[in-house]
């Protein structure tokens, strides 16, 4: 096992998805678990890597033409100068706060 303090969880595929993921994790000597867990966990780090742009655009979509209308009228500062760099880690602890 993974470690002592292992949780067990359980998820909804469809058969296909369970097929595919288990017929992909066999081709690498995987588990179907061993395989989703690694993957999972990569996937994340790989994500903590991201810079905040690279994060908004892979995982939120962009506004309406109305919000966006509306963020036009502010006139908001797209320069660069006197930026800084917050990483998604700074972010969601400040959220958390």
């Given amino acids: 096992e993974h470690s002592m303090n292992t949780v067990r969880k ?3 595929l469809t058969e296909e998805e369970a097929q595919t993921i288990s017929r992909y ?3 690498v000597n ?3 678990s061993e395989f989703v867990r690694e993957t999972v966990l990569s996937q994340i780090e790989a994500d903590k890597k991201l810079s ?3 994060y908004l ?3 939120c979509d962009f506004v309406s033409a109305e919000e966006q209308a509306d963020y036009d009228i502010m006139k908001l500062d ?3 100068e006197g930026a800084v760099s917050i ?3 700074e972010i969601l602890r ?3 706060e």
């Fill in 57 to 59: 655009n892979k995982y």
């Fill in 78 to 80: 797209k320069s660069e």
């Fill in 52 to 54: 905040l742009k690279e």
């Fill in 87 to 89: 990483s998604i880690e």
């Fill in 30 to 32: 995987k588990s179907f």
């Fill in 10 to 12: 359980s998820i909804s």
């Fill in 25 to 27: 994790a066999h081709s």
């Fill in 94 to 96: 400040l959220a958390n």
